[in-house]
């Protein structure tokens, strides 16, 4: 028998890693390996209190206890067929939807926020179950006929599979998870959403952002001096230069009216709006098109701006504002208050330096200086152990999944297995982005914990299922 016959033979002898794309494999457990590790280090001191009895109740323990778990998962897994998780798509979303409308009612409060069941010793965050069940339905709906991404009716359904499990988890609330589910943005722009969706959401996302830094009265000046800019450099006629000079005149005198208060804004907000007017009424027939759009820009985006600054100021808690600032308006957060942990988590990963201080000798980690550093804050750990090249091994880790994942999706036969990737993949992305970024001050802080590696079996099981039953359906693509 030929070497290659052999290892065919192997291969479906092996029902659980026979065939398995053992790139995406190895780059998972060698992620799980480290993450371990990472949390026994962060745990050290705890466990030279404990006996050879008791070990397993440590953070380590635990984890390797769900380490376990989820091994057998991952193995239960693969000895399924991979049609089941397509036929019983929706199904699993109906679930996960109806845990999510559970917790409102039977969840355990933590941190003001009902996102988690508890029975007895054990917990679980329906919201990971979310993920998963969320990721089976569109990538089913995608996966019929009827579905079109160019399509009003197929944008919306789609829109709606994604928004039902935001809305659930918003009213928890946990506004963190409910932004992962944005993820799945990728998938729909990989099967032909239009960009434009995406240009438009990004320059309204800016506006909401910008709504909480400055007064909107600045923003909304803003995008009037730019619609009258924009609006005067349109203009072909012998009147351009005045347009253009009454556009900088207009800015300029609104600036100096906005700051002074009072009455005097609305005398320049009347001003403003019969220069629009005007230029509407005169290039309607050449340019009408553009006046539109500038208009409905200035309109939506001002309201927005006013939105944002209204809620953060008359909405939010003291907690929540305090979470914005430190991400966006750090200068005015307390070192010793709001700004403690970002503070910490900084000089933890600064001090590794190029080469780190050396596995389990980090003094910011034995001093447990930065909170969650097990959980949502291990980045930390590495950062200031394994430093530079530490950090950036972990980050090549990541990628090389991602990529694997896509190189996974685009050689699937099966439409279903295709959409199904890169929602894993989108994930993946949302998670690593976002909580390497909270380490060091580049995203706002809302309990996202770093895929395998973090802490915790609920996060833990979750990945491991998603790409288990990705890997199950890339083990049979030949057979599709």
């Not at 809305?167 to 239009?194: C, H, N």
């Not at 200035?298 to 991400?327: E, M, T």
């Not at 970024?437 to 491991?464: E, N």
Request: hydrophobic share 50%; glycine share 12%.
């Amino acid at each position: 028998m030929s070497r290659r016959s052999r290892v065919q033979q192997n291969g479906i002898n092996n029902p659980i890693l026979g065939h398995i794309d053992m790139v995406a494999f190895s780059l998972i457990l060698a992620l799980v390996v480290v993450g371990w590790l990472m949390i026994f280090s962060v745990g050290f001191e705890e466990l030279r209190g404990f006996d050879g009895g008791n070990i397993l109740s440590s953070s380590a323990g635990k984890q390797a206890i769900w380490i376990g778990i989820s091994a057998l998962l991952f193995a239960f897994i693969m000895l399924i067929d991979w049609k089941f998780w397509q036929a019983f798509a929706y199904p699993a979303y109906a679930v996960a939807i109806v845990l999510l409308f559970l917790v409102l009612f039977l969840g355990a409060e933590i941190k003001g926020a009902r996102s988690w069941f508890n029975f007895g010793g054990f917990s679980f965050q329906p919201s990971e179950i979310a993920k998963f069940g969320t990721s089976l339905a569109l990538s089913a709906y995608l996966s019929t006929y009827s579905a079109d991404l160019r399509k009003l009716r197929s944008q919306l359904v789609a829109f709606g599979i994604i928004g039902l499990p935001i809305v659930m988890i918003l009213l928890q609330p946990d506004a963190g998870s409910a932004l992962v589910f944005l993820s799945f943005l990728v998938v729909l722009f990989r099967e032909g959403l239009s960009p434009v969706y995406y240009v438009v959401g990004g320059i309204l996302g800016a506006l909401l952002l910008m709504g909480l830094v400055f007064e909107p009265k600045y923003i909304a000046l803003g995008l009037t001096g730019v619609s009258l800019l924009v609006l005067a450099f349109y203009f072909k006629d012998k009147y351009r230069r005045y347009w253009i000079i009454g556009a900088l005149a207009a800015v300029a005198g609104g600036y100096f009216l906005a700051r002074q208060g009072g009455y005097l804004k609305y005398v320049f907000a009347a001003g403003v709006l019969a220069f629009v007017v005007l230029g509407y009424l005169q290039y309607q027939r050449r340019n009408g098109w553009l006046t539109t759009q500038l208009a409905a820009l200035l309109v939506i985006g001002s309201s927005i701006a006013f939105a944002a600054n209204y809620g953060f100021n008359n909405v939010l808690k003291p907690h929540q504002q305090d979470r914005i600032n430190v991400w966006l308006q750090p200068d005015k957060c307390d070192e010793r208050g709001s700004l403690y942990n970002l503070a910490q988590s900084k000089t933890a990963i600064g001090s590794g330096g190029v080469q780190g201080k050396g596995f389990l000798k980090g003094t910011m980690t034995k001093g447990k200086y930065v909170p969650e550093q097990s959980t949502d804050f291990i980045f930390c750990t590495i950062g200031e152990e394994q430093g530079f090249v530490g950090t950036a091994g972990i980050i090549v880790l990541f990628l090389l999944l991602l990529l694997r994942i896509t190189v996974i999706a685009e050689r699937q036969r099966n439409n279903f297995a295709r959409h199904y990737a890169y929602c894993i993949a989108g994930i993946l992305f949302i998670h690593i982005f976002i909580n390497i970024g909270m380490t060091m001050g580049i995203m706002p802080i809302i309990g996202i914990p770093l895929p395998f590696i973090s802490k915790g079996g609920s996060s833990l099981m979750g990945f491991t299922i998603m790409l288990a039953v990705l890997l199950k359906m890339d083990k049979h693509r030949s057979r599709i």
